[in-house]
């Protein structure tokens, strides 16, 4: 089961799930993807704001699940993440989710969202640019479209010709893609909403992290098992993880090396997806191969139809 493809003219309904944002920012995306030929409907509670929450929980799972219900809605967008996004998991209605597909994308702290209702109601998720992005940076607006709009057949995922996509252990395996934001597949261990490596590519970007907190959360993967079961790696944007000083501190690639390369299973790393530019669009739950000889990603199946 996966959604129908984005055709320009298609409704795209607007959620703030997490965080809130400058109701600025959101004017500006909104103006942005009309400009692009699409129609915009707005969440009820979309410029809500509690604190550092876009709104209270009930409100903002209304508006979730409002926007699945919705016929006329064709895709949703997240306007940001933030914080709040698992709050909202246990007020979901996962089956009326499952019997109503549509593209969902976002990133970060919606990558609660993208693994959960991939696991649960079976269709692909995305991981990609929101509707407070930067879409007119040209690489992430091209990855964008092209993945929801021409995606109903396999295709291959590259970086921009200028940005090398790195094999750090050489192999080929196939599996699921699952994964996001580190902190966030971290958070959920030990709930009802974890992530499922087994058999599966482990995609992880995080963003302001110190090396020792990415070292913390990669050994709680490491000792819940997951990183063990999974086939691969795709490493992601790792944004302002570094320090200016490592006099009492591993590196970021120390611990890459010391957590994920040591398991020898087929990685790439360097892959353009998270908190930064150009933002590719990951579709989740979709099939795929990485050929980490010739730094590729191999979706294999459609993920939209």
Same mark, same amino acid.
């Given at each position: 089961?996966?959604?129908k493809?984005?055709?320009?003219?298609?409704?795209?309904?607007?959620i703030?799930?997490?965080?809130?944002?400058?109701p600025?920012?959101?004017?500006?995306?909104?103006?942005?993807?009309?400009?692009?030929?699409?129609?915009?409907?707005?969440?009820?509670?979309?410029?809500?704001?509690?604190?550092y929450?876009?709104?209270?929980?009930?409100?903002?799972?209304?508006?979730?699940?409002?926007?699945?219900?919705?016929?006329?809605?064709?895709?949703?967008?997240?306007? +940001?993440?933030g914080?709040?996004?698992?709050?909202?998991?246990?007020?979901?209605?996962?089956?009326?989710?499952?019997?109503?597909?549509?593209?969902?994308?976002?990133?970060?702290?919606?990558?609660?969202? %993208?693994?959960?209702?991939?696991?649960?109601?079976?269709?692909?998720?995305?991981?990609?640019?929101?509707?407070?992005?930067?879409?007119?940076?040209?690489? !992430?607006? /091209?990855?964008?479209?092209?993945?929801?709009?021409?995606?109903?057949?396999?295709?291959?995922?590259?970086?921009?010709?200028?940005?090398?996509?790195?094999?750090?252990? +050489?192999?080929?395996?196939?599996?699921?893609?699952?994964?996001?934001?580190l902190?966030?597949?971290?958070? !959920?261990?030990?709930?009802?909403?974890e992530i499922?490596?087994?058999?599966?590519?482990?995609?992880?970007?995080?963003?302001?992290?110190?090396?020792?907190?990415?070292? +913390?959360?990669?050994?709680? %993967?490491?000792?819940?098992g997951?990183?063990?079961?999974?086939?691969?790696?795709?490493?992601?944007?790792? !944004?302002?993880?570094?320090?200016?000083?490592?006099?009492?501190?591993?590196?970021?690639?120390?611990?890459?090396k010391?957590r994920?390369?040591?398991?020898n /299973?087929?990685? %790439?790393?360097?892959?353009?997806?998270?908190?930064?530019?150009?933002?590719?669009?990951?579709?989740?739950?979709? /099939?795929?191969?990485?050929?980490?000889? +010739?730094?590729?990603?191999?979706?294999?199946?459609a993920?939209?139809?």
């Amino acid at each position: 089961m996966i959604a129908k493809r984005l055709k320009f003219g298609d409704t795209i309904g607007l959620i703030s799930p997490a965080s809130p944002e400058d109701p600025d920012k959101i004017k500006q995306g909104i103006e942005f993807l009309k400009s692009q030929g699409f129609k915009i409907k707005e969440g009820n509670h979309l410029y809500d704001r509690w604190g550092y929450l876009a709104g209270s929980d009930k409100d903002r799972a209304e508006d979730f699940m409002n926007m699945f219900s919705d016929k006329e809605v064709d895709m949703i967008l997240c306007v +940001r993440g933030g914080y709040g996004s698992m709050r909202i998991l246990p007020l979901l209605d996962f089956k009326i989710i499952k019997h109503n597909p549509k593209i969902l994308v976002g990133f970060s702290d919606i990558t609660i969202f %993208l693994n959960v209702i991939a696991s649960k109601s079976g269709f692909i998720t995305f991981h990609g640019p929101m509707g407070s992005s930067n879409l007119q940076d040209t690489e !992430t607006l /091209k990855s964008f479209l092209s993945t929801l709009m021409n995606g109903y057949r396999p295709y291959k995922l590259l970086n921009p010709s200028n940005i090398n996509l790195n094999c750090n252990i +050489r192999g080929i395996t196939e599996g699921k893609i699952v994964g996001g934001n580190l902190s966030l597949i971290s958070a !959920t261990l030990g709930t009802p909403y974890e992530i499922d490596t087994e058999d599966n590519i482990l995609f992880i970007e995080d963003v302001g992290e110190q090396p020792y907190a990415i070292d +913390r959360m990669l050994t709680h %993967l490491h000792l819940a098992g997951k990183l063990k079961k999974c086939h691969g790696f795709i490493l992601g944007q790792f !944004t302002d993880c570094s320090l200016s000083n490592y006099e009492r501190s591993l590196t970021l690639n120390e611990i890459i090396k010391d957590r994920i390369l040591s398991l020898n /299973k087929p990685t %790439l790393s360097n892959f353009m997806s998270g908190h930064d530019y150009p933002k590719l669009t990951l579709p989740i739950g979709a /099939k795929a191969r990485i050929d980490c000889y +010739r730094g590729e990603i191999n979706i294999l199946e459609a993920v939209v139809i």
